[in-house]
T-cell receptor, first 114, second 113 residues
Framework: AQSVSQHNHHVILSEAASLELGCNYS??????LFWYVQYPGQHLQLLLK??????LVKGIKGFEAEFIKSKFSFNLRKPSVQWSDTAEYFC????????????FGAGTRLFVKA | AAGVIQSPRHLIKEKRETATLKCYPI?????VYWYQQGPGQDPQFLIS???????DKGSIPDRFSAQQFSDYHSELNMSSLELGDSALYFC????????????FGPGTRLTVT
């Protein structure tokens, strides 16, 4: 069965530290990849997405992610986190061209200390 | 810009009761998705509709049903509610003709007592 794995469930960083959140998926076909963020008490918001083309994608708020097809990975990075980045981050995979089903990872809860 | 609207935002029901959740997609979006997010869990895909037809099905219990109407809004009907149905129910919408970037609504928090 298809699945999405996020390696870190809880991450605690100090402001200005660098962030990398891992995401791996298990599906051999075409995928569309997303990172969503959920701030405390709010709904899911799209951070960035990868459909095709340049595997290094840039999103909002200084986030970027790199798609490495050979590793089935789509890791999220930010060079310098801020206190306002405290949130839960979900990696999501949409299966195949024209597929509707989207599978979410378990989420990584990031806490940034001021 | 208009966003996905869900109503009600909060709902409290007793066991064995029924509940109806509504979702109004972003204008011109023709695809609606429903997700269930339990406390501390990731969103679980329940069901999706494209152009008023069911397009995909996930882990939706048989006690639940959903449909998409001619104006593209969708309703999730939940019967014989159980305590374990307490969760945040998200609706998302997208344009169904390409890669599916989903825009999420604020969710309906259902509490079953």
């Amino acid at each position: 069965a298809q699945s999405v794995s996020q390696h870190n469930h809880h991450v605690i960083l100090s402001e200005a530290a660098s962030l990398e959140l891992g995401c791996n998926y298990s599906y051999g076909g075409t995928v569309n990849l997303f990172w969503y963020v959920q701030y405390p008490g709010q709904h899911l918001q799209l951070l960035l997405k990868y459909f095709s083309g340049d595997p290094l994608v840039k999103g909002i708020k200084g986030f970027e992610a790199e798609f490495i097809k050979s590793k089935f990975s789509f890791n999220l990075r930010k060079p310098s986190v801020q206190w306002s980045d405290t949130a839960e981050y979900f990696c999501a995979v949409n299966l195949g061209t024209g597929g509707f089903k989207t599978i979410f990872g378990a989420g990584t809860r990031l806490f940034v200390k001021a | 810009a208009a966003g996905v609207i869900q109503s009600p935002r909060h709902l409290i029901k007793e066991k064995r009761e029924t509940a109806t959740l509504k979702c109004y997609p972003i204008p011109r979006h023709d695809t609606v998705y429903w997700y269930q997010q339990g406390p501390g869990q990731d969103p679980q895909f329940l069901i999706s509709f494209y152009e008023k037809m069911q397009s995909d099905k996930g882990s939706i219990p048989d006690r639940f049903s959903a449909q998409q109407f001619s104006d593209y809004h969708s309703e999730l009907n939940m019967s014989s509610l159980e305590l374990g149905d307490s969760a945040l129910y998200f609706c998302a919408s997208s344009l169904g003709t390409g890669p599916h970037e989903q825009y999420f609504g604020p969710g309906t928090r259902l509490t079953v007592t």
